[in-house]
């Protein structure tokens, strides 16, 4: 079956992004799953971009995880280019795909003019399959010869696999007085969709930072934005998110050290495009109808809020619920309850909405269940669980679970 | 909705179920969510019977399981009765849900005569109203009045909330050459059911054994059963497994060390009764269609194998795939990266029924998918994963994930 109908939370149209000095674009149909669509990317950075990745938790990885992970190492976080394919996720391929991954950075590497270990590599798709990268030169040097500032729609679009919409965000920040723009593409439809991997980030800038200021960028604000997103729990062998920085045509001088103040616009706007691409990969949750916020506060500690949220936006339960329009507290509760976090049964306060609809442990006498559940009617929904122990807080988002994920899921390879 | 087609999975009679001598049971329709059905159990239990219990670990528990775990504490493990409610589980009520279970321990114990904390509670059915128990004194006396050795088929569809069929089984074993009985009840369909709490087990028994010991066997029992479980990974406020033994008719001497040579062949029937009970509600799983059996060999210990099998058995796109009948290993690799336990990627092997589908960490070339499919188009599903590690292994039972569930979590309170 064909999975081709726009999910109802996707934005109306792809944001416009604006070029990132220093930073080149193209994409080309290279028929590796999917006819007729762009499915390999390229991006070439110009030289003294510096790169920085967060990857999978997955003791699986793919093997283009393998492959950045150990060449950020080598190359002492220099990157020259980044490739992106899908419809294959090179995933448990053994060392054929580590090979795959060998060939292509050389491949890109010979035709950029520089080192294999400067080419970052990602890819999404089936599990299991060995990667054909034989015709990969030819198509790579294609898209060489025609790569361009503003293609952001293209690439968004070849690095999607069942995802309904392509997803990108653009912000510009101002450091030393001077614009730099953030610009970034995502994928990502479950977790990890259908028999398919996975939750891809890619994000762009032309600030003059350093290596280490890019990396501790990137590292603080993934866990509030790409780490607190879930569709179906389900974690990925091929998850990453990687940060490029150009240093062109920006402010002048190398900033170096993470907690300088100029960085401060820079950091609020880089983590707005993180959080934006992050709810873009939820609002197009397999069969997602709601998108949910789920916010935790006064547990033990942030880590603590984090479990309980999560226990909460990954219960097939509390989604069923959402997906019904049920304001099914108790099914919140039963979440909390299950998290194994600390909580105080008797001082638990549970909000639907604006709705108080639990205090002390019991049914609050002013919940008015009629108003819940309009809130349950809207297509954004927001819990709130307070849990009366600490200061501890927390927001994930997720979607609700609907027959949809049942059909793509269910019924998608065959 | 209602939800009424018996699960396909559901044996087709209702066990035969031996009286246990000292045990009396009888139940009645209280009327107080279904309607002509019956929906409260009481068993009444002869003089010197011991009880043990084991409890969810909720953070969220429901009155009636802190009111069996202080009573198990205050009557040093006797018990006369156990009352059972379905469609309230008087749990997240307060403080007059611990007056409720106070309320009906103490009418059943002046019906019985014995004392409220030799009475044994639980609830089954709506989180978070209040319960009312007015007119259960009325209803466990009429009951009294009619109690007999045999109505288990009543007692066990008593106990159903979304339950397609009532669940029991029996065994009888020989300890000092003399038949023991041991007749067991449970009921759930979901971890937790619908906006229902949850799976209840009950276990009765004449054998001639201290507390001591039928805690220890219990104990023991349940981490291979009712704790090897899963359909939708979600824990109940409410779950408990009780077991009652009368010691009346059975061996003649009392037995008070667990690992006494004589209770080998009551050992292995308790444990086969209490798997019998758990398969049952995985065959009752919401919407489920198949029984599916997770096998992990060679994990670092037997922890971390059954944290890999629930990591399977729990993850959504496993579960679609064995309904969507697709051999997708894939995702059994996925969920074996994601259990972020110990594996080594590039030796693990797996296997969907008798076929091998990968080994050393890619597709094995013995594999032929026709036969894998074939396999997965039978209701009896065995997937097994080894992880090249250690010695570690584990069993879990779980069902697959279908539209039935969607169905019936999404659309049950409305």
Redesign the interface.
Known sequence: MSITTKSPLAPDTFPNLLPVAGVEIGAAAAGLRYKDRPDLMLARFTDGTVAAGVF??????AAPVDWCQQALKNSHGRARALVVNAGN?N????S??AKAAAKTAEATAEIIGCEPEEVMLASTG????PLDVSQFPKFLARIHDGLSGSMWKEVAHAITTTDTFPKGSCRVATVEGRPVVISGISKGS?M?A??M?TMLGFMFTNANISQAVLHAVLANTVDDSFNSITV??????NDCVIAFATGKNANTELITDPADPRLEDFVAKFREVATDLAHQIVRDGEGAQKFVTVDVTGAENDAAAKRIAFSIAN???VK??I????P????L???????????D??G?SVWIGEQLV?E????SRKYTEALAADHMATDNIRLKVDCAIGTGSATVWTCD???G??DI??????
Chains 1, 2 share one sequence.
């Open positions: 999978t938790k997955s003791k699986m990885p996720a995933a448990f391929t053994g054929k795909g089936v599990i299991g399959e479950g990890i259908p028999d991997a179906d729990g389900d974690t990925s062998t219960s097939p339960l069923t619920a997906a019904g329009e049920d099914n507290w108790g099914r509760v039963m979440a909390v309850g299950k998290s194994g976090e600390r909580a049964r008797d638990l639990a002390n442990g019991m049914l679970l609907t027959h994920y049942i899921n269910a019924d998608y390879r065959s």
